[in-house]
């Protein structure tokens, strides 16, 4: 079975420029999560995904945009960054039922410059 | 809103204690609590999960209790190995519309010294 997957790794961007980061779920999962975590502080919910369309979203403006395909792979997608947006974007995915247990890949790493 | 708040921030100890992290939460009406390992500038590990339901959960040298009604949680560490040495988050589940985001805790960061 293989687990949540991010790409890239690592990433650097200059202030203003736009950004998409992907995430492919595991396997028999069909909501995705996306959650930014700045350095010394625990992640926060961006938005998540469940069948294609956007299942509920936290505080992040609008410059924030996700996109799930038919094989519950996702993408985040961040236009006009902003210094603050240096962080690392964890994606987390989960199985139907109720169990609420999410499965978190390794993360993005994002520099905005 | 629910607030998770996780004491100590930093802890560190000699290897071979036992010791025990602390998670709490202002909504009681949780669904479950999950604890979490992080190593630095890595993803999450899940090593607990506690329905609601649950007082506890064991995993190896890990064991984690619930108290809903006090809206704690605390993860004990048994026998302390410098490879246990990561940031510990505790998140629960809070509703956002239909949605099942996780609010987290800012995470216990734990040193085992060898």
């Known amino acids: 079975e293989t687990g949540v997957t991010q790409s890239p790794t690592h990433l650097i961007k200059t202030r203003g420029q736009q950004v998409t980061l992907r995430c492919s779920s595991q396997s028999g999962h069909n909501t995705v999560s996306w959650y930014q975590q700045a350095l010394g502080q625990g992640p926060q919910f961006i938005f998540q995904y469940y069948r294609e369309e956007e299942n509920g979203r936290g505080n992040f403006p609008p410059r924030f945009s996700g996109l799930q395909f038919p094989n519950y792979s996702s993408e985040l997608n961040v236009n006009a960054l902003e210094l603050d947006d240096s962080a690392l974007y964890l994606c987390?995915?989960?199985?139907?039922?109720?169990?609420?247990?999410?499965?978190f890949g390794p993360g993005t790493r994002l520099t905005v410059t | 809103k629910q607030e998770v708040t996780q004491i100590p921030a930093a802890l560190s100890v000699p290897e071979g204690e036992n010791l025990v992290l602390n998670c709490s939460f202002t909504?009681?009406?949780?669904?479950?609590l999950q604890w979490f390992r992080q190593d630095p500038g890595k993803g999450l590990t899940s090593l607990l999960l506690i329905q609601s339901s649950q007082r506890e959960q064991t995993s190896g040298r890990l064991n984690a209790s619930l108290d809903k009604s006090s809206g704690r949680s605390t993860l004990y560490i048994a026998a302390s190995q410098p490879g246990d040495s990561a940031t510990y988050l505790c998140?629960?589940?809070?509703?956002?519309?239909?949605?099942?985001?996780?609010?987290f805790g800012s995470g216990t960061q734990l040193t085992v010294l060898p």
């Open positions: 998140a629960v589940p809070f509703p956002s519309g239909s949605a099942r985001q996780l609010t």
């Open positions: 987390a995915s989960s199985p139907t039922g109720a169990s609420y247990e999410q499965y």
């Open positions: 909504d009681s009406a949780i669904y479950n």
